[in-house]
């Protein structure tokens, strides 16, 4: 079983930047699929961005394409988001998620607060 833990979420002013650490414990995210999801207060759960464990090949949503990046560490099975430029639209609490097949983990997840 995989245990995912978020951290480096916090409060910033807009225009600011934020690193999301995913870290994993368990298994290697080697032969997963692992995501950033948020979900903001009355809004439906967005998937932001995720990367192939396996190939770094990687998906941005368009909301964020340009200000947010992922990566992964395969040194410390570490899955990060780099959040730039950040909006008032960015807030949310953001968690993390490994899927593999039918198995998906998820985080506990990390509040993101923009103000402007």
């Known amino acids: 079983e995989v245990q995912l833990v978020e951290s480096g979420g916090g409060l910033v002013q807009t225009g600011g930047s934020l690193r999301l650490s995913c870290a994993a414990s368990?298994?290697?995210?080697?032969?997963?699929?692992i995501g950033w999801v948020r979900q903001a207060p009355g809004k439906e759960r967005e998937g932001v961005s995720c990367i192939s464990g396996g190939d770094d090949s990687t998906y941005i949503a368009n909301s964020v394409k340009g200000r947010f990046a992922i990566s992964f560490d395969r040194a410390t099975n570490t899955v990060y988001l780099q959040l730039n430029s950040l909006k008032s639209d960015d807030t949310a609490v953001y968690y993390c998620?490994?899927?593999?097949?039918?198995?998906?983990?998820w985080g506990q997840g990390t509040q993101v607060t923009v103000s402007s």
């Open positions: 368990g298994d290697t995210l080697d032969a997963y699929a």
């Open positions: 998620n490994a899927k593999r097949g039918s198995t998906d983990y």
